[in-house]
C-alpha cells in the first residue's frame, strides 16, 4: 500500500544495490557496503549531492520494503545496480520505471542484463580492480550529470477510481510552511496537496500554514483530480467573492457586522455584503461585545491576496481633538471619506512593525492610531544617535517600544488613499506626553537590549 510523498529532492541520489559480502560473475569476492560507501558514494558527495541506501537512511524505523519505496520516490536520481539477482533491487528497478525516474544502470562485468530491459537502458559496466574502480567512478559522474540535465516529468501514482472530485474530510499527514498533505479517512489511498491557494475563500490566509494545521488534524474540502495530478481544495465549485467584497468595502467606508465568535484571537465578524474581519478584545469588551451582537465597524483595508478585511468600531462619536483632525479622503469618484490623523508635535509610544536597514527606515505603529490603517515612517535620520547605532547593527526589532514625536501627518500624494506620518524620535529628557511607560524588558532608544532579547 505505497503512495507518493508531494516532493521530490533533486539532490538525492538513491542506490539500489546488494548488501554485504558477495560472490561476484567472475567468482571472486566483494563487500557492497565497502562499494558503497568508498566509491559509489564518494562521487556522488564529490558532486555536492546526497547519497543514499535504504540500510543507511539516518534514524529510519520503515520496514526494508517502505524505506526503499521512499528512497525510491524522494530520489532525483535512482542508480540500480544489477551485478547479482536480487528480487528487491529487481523490485526497486521496476519502481524507477514505473515513476519515469531518472535513473541509471550499472553491473559488473560478466553478469548479464535482464533480457526485458535490454535495449531499454544503456549500463555501465564496471570491474572491482584498480583500474576498474576509478574509471567506474568517472562514467557514473557524467551519468549523473546528464541525468540531472533531463527534464521529463516523472510519473504521479493515483487511484483509477473513475471519480474526479470526491467530497471528503482529509486527516493532515504532515505540514510545511506552504502546504498540507492529506489522506481521506475514508480511503488512505487518496491522498494529495493543498495548498494556501486552495484554502476556503473566507479564511484569511496564514504566512506559515504549520501555525493553521496541525498533523492527525482533520480538514473538510475536495479531492480534484486531473492532468496534473490529485489535489485537495477547499475553494473547488466556488465563485471568488474577492472583487466584490473589494467594491463593497472601500477604505473608510462603513458596514454592519455581526459577532459569530469570541476567543483567545478576539472577537471575530462577519460583514453584511459577506466575508470575515477580526475586532481586538479590548475594543470588542469596551463596548460589552457577546456573539450575535450586531455593530458598525469602518473598513481600514482590503487585502485580497492575503484574503483579510482589517476593520475597526465606528459606533461613537468622535472627540473634539479627533474632530479637528479629520481629513478626507477619496476612495473614488464619487464619495470622500473622513480620515483622522495626529497632529504634528504630538509625541507618542509606538511599536517597531518592521524595520528596513536596506532602505534606512523603521515602521512603527502609534498607540492610539490603529484606525489609520498603516504604520508610521521613522527614518534613520530622525533617530536619536543610540537608537541609530542599533539600527545599523541591524539590533531593532519587531516588538521594540519607542517614544516618538510627530513630524508631519497628511495623505500621500501618490495614493489618496493612503496615509502617511512621519516621525522622529524623542530622547528621554524631553519626553513630555503622558501615558504608560514602556513595558518592563521592552527596548527603547536608552534601554538598548531588552530583557526578551537578552535572554
Not at 509625541?347 to 484606525?371: N, P
Request: glycine share 8%; with cysteine; hydrophobic share 40%.
Amino acid at each position: 500500500m505505497l503512495t507518493r510523498g508531494p516532493a521530490v529532492d533533486d539532490e538525492l541520489v538513491f542506490f539500489a544495490m546488494p548488501y554485504g559480502e558477495r560472490t561476484l560473475p567472475n567468482g571472486e569476492d566483494a563487500d557492497f557496503d565497502v562499494l558503497y560507501e568508498r566509491y559509489f558514494a564518494e562521487v556522488v558527495r564529490s558532486m555536492g549531492l546526497t547519497p543514499e541506501r535504504a540500510d543507511c537512511m539516518p534514524g529510519t524505523m520503515e520496514s526494508p520494503l517502505s524505506a526503499a519505496w521512499n528512497g525510491v520516490d524522494r530520489a532525483g536520481v535512482v542508480v540500480i545496480d544489477l551485478s547479482l539477482p536480487s528480487t528487491s533491487v529487481s523490485m526497486e528497478l521496476g519502481w524507477a520505471m514505473a515513476l519515469h525516474k531518472r535513473a541509471i544502470v550499472i553491473h559488473h562485468e560478466g553478469e548479464a542484463l535482464p533480457t526485458n530491459i535490454v535495449g531499454q537502458v544503456r549500463a555501465i559496466k564496471y570491474r572491482c580492480d584498480m583500474t576498474g574502480l576509478p574509471d567506474m567512478q568517472a562514467a557514473l559522474r557524467l551519468a549523473i550529470e546528464e541525468a540531472r540535465r533531463q527534464s521529463t516529468p516523472e510519473m504521479d501514482l493515483r487511484p483509477r477510481t473513475g471519480v474526479r472530485d470526491v467530497e471528503a474530510i482529509a486527516e493532515v499527514v504532515w505540514t510545511a510552511a506552504d502546504h498540507i498533505y492529506v489522506r481521506d479517512v475514508q480511503n488512505e489511498l487518496r491522498t494529495g496537496v493543498m495548498r494556501r491557494t486552495d484554502m476556503d475563500y473566507l479564511e484569511a490566509l496564514p504566512d506559515d500554514m504549520t501555525k493553521r494545521f496541525r498533523e492527525h488534524g482533520r480538514v473538510r474540502g475536495v479531492f480534484v483530480t486531473d492532468e496534473n495530478g490529485t489535489r485537495f481544495s477547499q475553494r473547488h465549485g466556488k465563485t471568488n467573492p474577492w472583487p466584490s467584497f473589494e467594491m463593497a468595502y472601500r477604505r473608510g467606508a462603513l458596514a454592519r457586522a455581526k459577532v459569530v465568535q469570541i476567543n483567545r484571537g478576539g472577537c471575530f465578524v462577519e460583514l453584511e455584503e459577506g466575508g470575515k474581519s477580526r475586532l481586538s478584545m479590548a475594543a470588542a469588551e469596551a463596548v460589552g461585545l457577546d456573539r450575535g451582537s450586531e455593530v458598525r465597524v469602518r473598513v481600514l483595508s482590503v487585502d485580497p491576496v492575503r484574503q483579510r478585511i482589517e476593520v475597526t468600531l465606528a459606533d461613537r462619536t468622535p472627540t473634539a481633538g479627533e474632530a479637528s483632525r479629520m481629513v478626507l479622503a477619496p476612495n473614488d469618484a464619487e464619495r470622500r471619506t473622513a480620515v483622522a490623523l495626529p497632529r504634528s508635535g504630538e509625541q507618542y509610544q509606538g511599536t517597531v512593525t518592521s524595520s528596513v536597514c536596506e532602505r534606512g527606515f523603521a515602521l512603527v505603529a502609534l498607540d492610539g492610531w490603529t484606525e489609520m490603517g498603516q504604520p508610521a515612517i521613522l527614518h534613520v535620520s530622525r533617530m536619536t544617535a543610540q537608537l541609530r547605532e542599533r539600527f545599523e547593527a541591524g539590533a531593532v526589532a519587531k516588538g521594540d517600544r519607542l517614544r516618538v514625536e510627530v513630524l508631519s501627518a497628511a495623505l500621500s500624494p501618490r495614493d489618496p488613499e493612503r496615509v502617511e506620518v512621519r516621525l522622529r524620535e524623542v530622547p528621554a529628557n524631553t519626553w513630555t506626553a503622558a501615558g504608560t511607560a514602556p513595558e518592563p524588558g521592552t527596548p527603547t532608544s536608552e534601554t538598548g537590549t531588552s530583557e526578551r532579547q537578552a535572554a
